[in-house]
């Protein structure tokens, strides 16, 4: 079975700090993808990042990277000068490879960013 | 842009009455999902539909049946709503394949009294 934990369940920063949210995912599948979303106030999740398990390399992207850790089963999510819109709900999620792309999401992580 | 449409955004039932949450995408997309969003558990699966007519269970498919007819729109349907049934509904649809991503709509937040 598939799992996906994102132990941090609230993180609460202050604009312009960098922030780390972090997700551990565990499967028995050696082809996977991992995902994060992000759902605002709006409440519709917003895919940020694709990975498939082949590809460990970091991937940055404006303020936001991600680190994959094979090693770790871990996909961690940084953002670098919190901004007040980064303000949401974020999950990391994993897929097996099956083309019909179903998921396994966390439990999601709310960021709060204030001013 | 892709859309998925929701048609309600809020909707208060009654326990015991049948319940039909209607999704509607405009990519044409194969695939179709429903999940449920609830506090520290994140979005679990309930249903999902890779064709017309097609569908497959989820983790959670319990109380819960589904309905596609054409390719576009997916329903999610409570044959007899329950106080546990409250919660937040999201549709998604993605195309076929592995690196496709889910498109979501804006949910429903389902209310059983």
């Known amino acids: 079975a598939q799992k996906v934990t994102q132990a941090q369940t609230e993180i609460s920063v202050v604009e312009k700090e960098d922030v780390t949210l972090d997700c551990v995912y565990e499967?028995?599948?050696?082809?996977?993808?991992l995902f994060w979303y992000k759902q605002p106030p709006s409440g519709e999740l917003v895919f940020l990042i694709r990975?498939?398990?082949?590809?460990?390399q970091n991937e940055i992207s404006g303020r936001y990277s991600w680190n994959f850790q094979k090693s770790t089963s871990s996909f961690n999510f940084t953002i670098t000068a919190s901004q007040v819109v980064d303000s949401a709900v974020y999950f990391c999620a994993l897929s097996n490879n099956n083309a019909g792309n179903m998921l396994t999401f966390g439990g999601g992580t709310r960021l709060m960013v204030k001013p | 842009d892709v859309k998925v449409t929701q048609s309600s955004r809020y909707l208060v039932k009654r326990t015991g009455e049948k319940v039909f949450l209607e999704c509607v995408q405009d990519m044409d997309h194969e695939n179709m999902f429903w999940y449920r969003q609830d506090p520290g558990l994140g979005l679990r699966l309930i249903y999902f539909?890779?064709?017309?007519?097609?569908?497959e269970k989820g983790d959670i498919p319990e109380g819960y049946s589904v309905s596609r007819e054409k390719k576009e729109r997916f329903s999610l349907i409570l044959e007899s709503a329950s106080t546990n049934q409250t919660s937040m509904y999201l549709c998604?649809?993605?195309?076929?394949?592995?690196?496709?991503?889910?498109?979501f709509g804006n949910g429903t937040r389902l209310t059983v009294t």
């Open positions: 539909s890779y064709d017309v007519k097609m569908k």
């Open positions: 990975r498939n398990s082949f590809d460990e």
């Open positions: 499967t028995r599948d050696t082809t996977y993808y």
């Open positions: 998604a649809s993605s195309s076929w394949g592995h690196n496709s991503p889910l498109h």
